[in-house]
DNA sequence: AATGAATGAGTTTTCATTCAT
DNA sequence: CATGAATGAAAACTCATTCAT
């Protein structure tokens, strides 16, 4: 649950929140538009509205302001999403379509953010990447928790993995309209989009059998190894 | 359909052909490992068992190397995906339920190359974006028919949009394995997988209604517009 | 009359001034003893004391190091040659030889630096030529106000045109003095050059007559085309 | 008077004229173009019409080649000139005339080349120098030998440095129709500029005292050291 | 003799990082 | 704390030259 830390030479910790908000949001529009490996530190510096020199009083490398970017913008859908669902005691299905929705139009006002996320992980410091994949997990683990209610209250029948993979669903599924953006708009609006899903992953989600016992796919082999 | 073409400073069509594999092939290799950015162009020519010289004989810059690889893991997945469908003429749901299986086990085997594509499509040359999102249309097509003739059949009953949509959710979880493998892989099998994801994208679709004529979401706003 | 711009990283314009005068001190003796293709950026920094990161930070290009110089090279010519002319207030036949004398001892200072600009000019960024002719033509100038004036005076008599061409041999047969110096040399100490040249120059100038109506050779058309 | 040798592998004689035509020709066309260092040998062999292979069957460098076309310049000058003078048995001033407009016509139809000469000549191989420089010489040597026979006959009065002097300044002033176009374009039409210089060449040098017995530039020191 | 693929030393330029002021 | 000049390792790319066919 502890962030991982990013050292600092300066003290004062409020300075090193402000400096570091500066930063991120300098970094965040760098990103972008060029990614994290085009840009760089005097940019990073500059957009952040200080030199260099000071930019690595608060850093030790480049990596770090990636990762702060990253936790940063976790951090952000993760708060849009709470304040959603922290009004909410109980779900029921409802309050599930409720969420999926916002999920996704909060999704799309940070879609630009998203995608930076999608193809700059890789790039983060070796050490960073659980941190920022357990924010990760913790939002699917919003999904999972709701579906288990409905589970619960009767209005939905599945199983303990399917929970698991269909929360996964819901969450690339909103992903999926900001990184597929180049294709889905040309055929949707957000609302045609959320609709759509929305049939597929609350509706389609009531005709799944809990249990099949046997599965003839998974004998299948007809796929040459390589 | 035509491809983009990459110079050679090389005649011999065949020579640039065996040596632009031996140059994909080592440049694959490289990519996964460390990504586009963090290989160099010696390490490329090296892995590729020749010399920077001679690399630069067969392309222009490093981009192009990008552009091979990207176009090479198209259209590797998709022969493989076309070997099975070319064997069937008409398209039943149980047809369908084959095709995602084997395009799921597609996916398992290029695994790394699936990753590279989503990491590193940002870095290709501006002009050859238009080819690769192209192919990944053509395979997302292959879907999108074989859901169209189940419709017609009667198999299952699904708009225009929704088929669309569909189309696009089967090829996205199928990336899914690799890009989400980090988790995927700790939760379920591959054969659990499939299992899993054919009974949403399978027996949920045909619980999907086809025309939800009033979608209440579409006027839900009560997201912070930031 | 302005400059032309050269871009620099560093701020503090003292200071671009202090590392762009050893940058050229350090490459006019470079550029002299090998010329500019043959002399390479690292050379460059060396020769003027520092790093070949901070050579540049005060250019951006190796032609900006051309350009630097050339610009360099003809303000010291010209400063040098204005030195002398300030003093005056009307010209006299005697002045002229003054200058011309001067001028000749300024080109056997600098005939390295001649020497360059003549085999090099050419590799100049191609914004840069105009700036460089136009002082070219600016010290040309000099010279044809001189003569201007001597006309006025009354001491030698000389057409318009006569006069303008008259200030390119000058000029030009000072430049000599630099470009055919491996002959020269040979033949003559400088002090011989510029007696035997101001006989040319000056006594000779007094012979022309200022209106040939007729030139025979304009007709004379017995040389092949090509 | 011998040439300068350049290697060739290929033996036939008749071969390697004609293959260093070819290559003269085209490489030419290429300095005159961009200059001797940024030609490349591929393109040097492909405007010659044949391969990279073939073109080091006939030279050993590329410094060769720069070697082969200046030579070849020098010869084509020479030849045109000669082709005129060749005619004349003594010389009078009238003929003199008319070989200072020749020269200066043929200046004009092989401005670029002598322009190559002038930028390039520094890039010659060390030993090559010599051999250029003489040729160069021989051209002087032609205008020397038309002002003795002038002096001669009585037509003009020179000493023996005047004409050495004035020889250069004939060919100086050919050339520089070439290495000034630039501006002289601008002032004078090809007629308009040998009118001129006529003028100044011949009816100049008659107002020329022979002896200058006391110069007193010579002493003038009034320009700084540096 | 002719070809052109292969080579790799050498070139320009960039940029993360440091450190004296 | 803040600055920004200095650094140099490392990167992409070029091109004269060789040599097997």
Chains 1, 2, 3, 4 share one sequence.
């Not at 809990?210 to 190894?225: G, S």
Request: net charge neutral.
């Amino acid at each position: 649950m502890k962030k991982r830390e990013v050292h600092a030479s300066v003290k004062d910790e409020r300075l090193i929140q402000k400096r570091r908000d500066q930063m991120i949001n300098g970094a965040v529009k760098l990103f972008i538009e060029k990614g994290f490996h085009r840009t760089t530190t005097r940019e990073i510096a500059r957009s952040a509205g200080f030199s260099i020199g000071t930019l690595y009083e608060y850093i030790r490398t480049k990596e770090d302001v990636l990762y702060l970017v990253c936790d940063r913008i976790y951090d952000q859908v993760r708060e849009r999403l709470q304040k959603i669902l922290d009004t909410k005691q109980q779900t029921t299905l409802d309050d599930l379509r409720q969420a999926i929705a916002n999920y996704f139009r909060v999704v799309d006002g940070m879609q630009d953010e998203v995608l930076v996320m999608y193809q700059e992980v890789k790039s983060l410091p070796k050490d960073a990447l659980p941190y920022v994949l357990r924010k990760e997990l913790e939002m699917v683990d919003i999904f999972k928790q709701m579906l288990e209610r409905c589970v619960e209250n009767g209005e939905i029948s599945l199983s303990e993995n399917q929970i698991k993979m269909h929360s996964h669903n819901i969450y690339v599924q909103g992903q999926m309209w900001a990184f597929r953006r180049w294709e889905l708009r040309k055929l949707f609006t957000l609302d045609e989009y959320i609709e759509l899903q929305m049939e597929f992953l609350v509706e389609g989600a009531k005709g799944v059998k809990e249990n099949t016992k046997e599965c003839i796919y998974c004998e299948t082999r007809n796929v040459p190894a390589n």
